[in-house]
C-alpha cells in the first residue's frame, strides 16, 4: 500500500524560501523506476507540475520555475524535500507530492496536499 | 494558460454518455506521449482514472475510458451518475517544455 504526506509551514511571508517534505511509505526510492513528483494547485485554479526526482537522482523541473526550485530525496526516511525560494503571493497553493506510476509519465498515488499561504 | 485546452464545464443527465476533451500538440500528446486522466472531488487530492495505455487502476469503473487521436484525447463516461460530478483534468509530457503538463481542468455537472 502506497501512502504519500506532505509537510512543512502553512504561512510563509514574502521573499522566504519554502521548505516542504513528502514522506512516504509502500515502495523505495533505492529501486528502478521509481519517482516522486511535486504538483501544486492555487485555489480555485488548475494543477501545475513543479519537480520530480528519480530513483538514480534524475530531477527534472518546470522551466518556469526551475531557478527556484530544488528537489532532493533521502532515501533512508524515505523522503522527499522539496525546496523553494523567493517565495511570492502567487505561490499561494495546495502542495501536493505524487508517486510516479513506474515506466509512465502518470502519478497514481497522491498525498493529501497541504495549503500553503504567503502573506506578509 | 494550461499547455493542454480542456473546456471549463461540461454537464449531462444521469445515465447520460459524456465526453470530456482534451487539446494538445505536435509536442505532447501528438508525439506519442500518453495522456492521464484525473478525477477531483471538492477538497481532495487528484485521483488517477486513465493511467495512459496502462490498465485502468483497481476500483475505477469502466464507465470511464479513455482514447487518443492526433493531438487530441478524450475522457467518455458512460452511465453518467450524480457521483461522477467532479473536476477532471488531463496529463500528458511535453518534449519541448522538457516537463509534465496539465490541462486547465473541467468541471462535470450531472443535471
Known amino acids: 500500500q502506497i501512502t504519500l504526506k506532505e509537510s512543512g509551514p502553512t504561512l510563509v511571508k514574502p521573499t522566504q524560501t519554502l521548505t516542504l517534505t513528502c514522506t512516504f511509505s509502500?515502495?523505495?526510492?533505492?529501486?528502478?523506476?521509481?519517482?516522486v513528483g511535486w504538483i501544486r494547485q492555487p485555489p480555485g485554479k488548475a494543477l501545475e507540475w513543479l519537480a520530480l526526482?528519480?530513483?538514480?537522482?534524475?530531477?527534472r523541473y518546470s522551466p518556469s520555475l526551475k531557478s527556484r526550485l530544488t528537489i532532493t530525496k533521502d532515501t533512508s526516511k524515505n523522503q522527499v524535500v522539496l525546496t523553494m525560494t523567493n517565495m511570492a503571493p502567487v505561490d499561494t497553493a495546495t502542495y501536493y507530492c505524487a508517486h510516479s506510476l513506474p515506466g509512465t509519465k502518470g502519478f497514481d498515488y497522491w498525498g493529501q496536499g497541504t495549503l500553503v499561504t504567503v502573506s506578509s | 494558460q494550461s499547455v493542454l485546452t480542456q473546456p471549463p464545464s461540461v454537464s449531462g443527465a444521469p445515465g447520460q454518455r459524456l465526453t470530456i476533451s482534451c487539446t494538445g500538440s505536435?509536442?505532447?500528446?501528438?508525439?506519442?506521449?500518453?495522456v492521464y486522466w484525473y478525477q477531483q472531488l471538492p477538497g481532495t487530492a487528484p485521483k488517477l482514472l486513465i493511467p495512459g495505455t496502462s490498465n485502468r487502476p483497481s476500483g475505477v469503473p469502466d464507465r470511464f475510458s479513455g482514447s487518443e487521436s492526433g493531438t487530441s484525447a478524450s475522457l467518455a463516461i458512460t452511465g453518467l451518475q450524480a457521483e461522477d460530478e467532479a473536476y477532471y483534468y488531463c496529463q500528458s509530457y511535453d518534449n519541448s517544455l522538457s516537463g509534465w503538463v496539465f490541462g486547465g481542468g473541467t468541471k462535470l455537472t450531472v443535471l
Open positions: 505536435s509536442s505532447n500528446i501528438g508525439a506519442d506521449y500518453d
Open positions: 509502500g515502495f523505495s526510492l533505492n529501486t528502478f523506476a521509481m519517482g
Open positions: 526526482i528519480y530513483w538514480d537522482d534524475d530531477k
